[in-house]
T-cell receptor
Framework: DGGITQSPKYLFRKEGQNVTLSCEQNLNHDAMYWYRQDPGQGLRLIYYSQIVNDFQKGDIAEGYSVSREKKESFPLTVTSAQKNPTAFYLC????????????FGNGTRLTVT | GQQVMQIPQYQHVQEGEDFTTYCNSSTTLSNIQWYKQRPGGHPVFLIQLVKSGEVKKQKRLTFQFGEAKKNSSLHITATQTTDVGTYFCAGSIFGGSNYKLTFGKGTLLTVNP
């Protein structure tokens, strides 16, 4: 089955540590996205990538970094500079054309204490 | 940045009652998409509207895109318990990056059986 895999489902880290969230897709989609979801805040765009080796900042990129070395992979690193990292993180992808639907993974719930 | 406002934030209805959520953008949108997120799940694509004044129906769900392409609505007729979840609108700004999709904060619908 084609889809988007995010792992792990739950992740716990101590404050001051960097942590990388995995996102893999086998849908052969060019564009990939990272969103952060907080209660009552909807989905806020962190980073997006239209193609391999290229990515753009979204609305809340501070404290996060990404890489896009392979078409199927778009890992997100939450750095220690992110002031409020505890949240639900959703990865998504979409095929061409640009206005096609987003396909989401099941998400990773990150808790930093 | 681009703002996509969505109201109401919460709506509780009795089963059989109608429900409407509204989405407004500060700028003209190229298109608007609607997603549903069940409790504990990830957003799932419902529909996309592209044309000014467009109306689309999916069984009990009616979607509208305003004439100015700045607002949209989702109306559910005779709600059922299976309609429970958070409904999000998401738009791409006209003239901006077509790959950037901005979500509203969502409307959480609960249905009393």
């Amino acid at each position: 089955d084609g889809g988007i895999t995010q792992s792990p489902k739950y992740l716990f880290r101590k404050e001051g540590q960097n942590v990388t969230l995995s996102c893999e897709q086998n849908l052969n989609h060019d564009a990939m996205y990272w969103y952060r979801q907080d209660p009552g805040q909807g989905l806020r765009l962190i980073y997006y990538s239209q193609i391999v080796n290229d990515f753009q900042k979204g609305d809340i990129a501070e404290g996060y970094s990404v890489s896009r070395e392979k078409k199927e992979s778009f890992p997100l690193t939450v750095t220690s500079a992110q002031k409020n990292p505890t949240a639900f993180y959703l990865c998504a992808s979409r095929e061409e054309p640009y206005n096609s639907p987003l396909h989401f993974g099941n998400g990773t719930r990150l808790t930093v204490t | 940045g681009q703002q996509v406002m969505q109201i109401p934030q919460y709506q509780h209805v009795q089963e059989g009652e109608d429900f409407t959520t509204y989405c407004n953008s500060s700028t003209t949108l190229s298109n608007i998409q609607w997603y549903k997120q069940r409790p504990g799940g990830h957003p799932v694509f419902l529909i996309q509207l592209v044309k000014s004044g467009e109306v689309k129906k999916q069984k009990r769900l009616t979607f509208q895109f305003g004439e100015a392409k700045k607002n949209s609505s989702l109306h559910i007729t005779a709600t059922q318990t299976t309609d429970v979840g958070t409904y999000f609108c998401a738009g791409s700004i006209f003239g901006g990056s077509n790959y950037k999709l901005t979500f509203g904060k969502g409307t959480l619908l609960t249905v009393n059986p």
